[in-house]
């Protein structure tokens, strides 16, 4: 069972499991603006997959879909992940993180309990969760799995009481859960609100480049494919009742960022001006931590994951989709999200 699956992390997931398993995977969304089923075409029509439309909130919904499928893995992806959003709307934020992450770990626990004691060791369910929970960092040192939480915003505030609701739920109950957090994802099909993809579509489009504040906000930078390696092995590999962090060591700061795809585009879109000619400041946006990252030597160690796309060659396959993929991302343009800025408003 992939919950979130139809998102951009969760597609990844399920695209690779497909291709690298024989496992059967489920797929649980509520398909809100950020979903696409574009995303999971390479699995429709198998008998090894299905989509499920269903709110994870439902607690009676997801208990019968425990009790119907049986999972032996569980990869709970589902979440309001983006900040600006969580800051003009943050109820959805623990509807979905929270109360969400709550229903999904009651259903689990009940399905878990009932099975036969020679079947409970192949269950594993593992949450998948953020970097941004440890707050901000100064100019050195990186998180560990042992950094106090410390968030920032009322999305990273949501996900560190999941977190939290995931280790109780293996420290009380026993459920094997293991958690991990990742740094900032960028890669194909991710929806157009975030960084990478907006800054790219928007070059594309000749648009203006906005960027928060002066651009010297930093950040680790995962490409998508290592980041569901790093599931899988956790998943399979990984110690219940233990936490990962995720990141490839990559820290950039956002305007580095934007000029690296400004620069990929002059080469393979070139215009009639260099594309960093478009980039604008604009106001910051409120609680934008100043620098993430993490250590991510004991997944490394324990586990022996490494990331195998430099931040280079993961950008330039990431340019590369969205120039070559309009017929994915269009339509989400003129139909769900234009681009305008998001976060700026306050809720009282």
């Known amino acids: 069972m992939v919950t979130g699956g139809a998102g951009f992390i969760g597609s990844a997931l399920c695209r690779r499991l497909f ?78 993180n929270v109360v969400g992450t709550f229903s999904l ?61 995931a280790k109780a739920w293996h420290r009380t109950y026993g459920l094997p859960v293991l958690i991990s957090n990742s740094t900032n994802n960028y890669g194909p099909y991710q929806f157009c609100e975030k960084l990478v993809p907006q800054m790219i579509v928007k070059a594309i489009e000749g648009k203006t480049l ?59 879109l070139p215009g009639k001006s260099p594309h960093r000619t478009h980039v604008e400041f604009v106001a910051d946006r409120p609680g934008h931590d100043r620098r993430y990252a993490v250590d991510p030597s004991k997944l490394e160690r324990e586990l022996g994951w490494h990331a ?7 950008l330039r396959r990431t340019v590369l989709w969205y120039l070559n993929n309009r017929a994915w991302w269009e339509p989400l343009r003129s139909q769900v999200y234009a681009g305008e800025r998001l976060g700026m408003s306050t809720v009282r």
């Open 19 to 96: 291709t690298e398993t024989k496992d059967t995977i489920t797929v649980v969304d509520k398909m809100t603006y950020a979903a696409s089923r574009a995303s999971l075409a390479p699995l429709e029509g198998s008998p090894r997959f299905r989509l499920i439309e269903a709110d994870i909130c439902d607690a009676g919904l997801m208990r019968d879909l425990f009790e119907a499928i049986e999972p032996d893995h569980v990869y709970h992806l589902a979440a309001e992940s983006h900040v600006d959003r969580s800051i003009a709307g943050p109820r959805a934020f623990i509807d979905t």
């Open 210 to 268: 906005p960027v928060y504040g002066n651009g010297d906000h930093v950040r680790d930078w995962l490409f998508v494919g290592d980041h569901v390696r790093a599931l899988e092995l956790i998943m399979n590999s990984g110690h219940p009742g233990q936490t990962y962090n995720v990141g490839a060591r990559a820290e950039r700061t956002n305007l580095q960022v934007v000029e690296a795809i400004c620069t990929l585009l002059d080469e393979l």
């Open 105 to 165: 770990l009651e259903a689990a626990l009940e399905q878990w309990q009932r099975r036969p004691d020679r079947t409970k060791d192949q269950f594993r369910f593992l949450h998948v969760s953020t970097d941004e929970v440890y707050g901000a960092l100064g100019v050195a040192g990186r998180f560990t799995e042992d950094t106090a939480y410390n968030p920032s915003s009322p999305y990273s505030a949501s996900k560190a009481a999941s977190n939290h609701l």
């Open 308 to 314: 195998l796309e430099s931040f280079d060659s993961g």
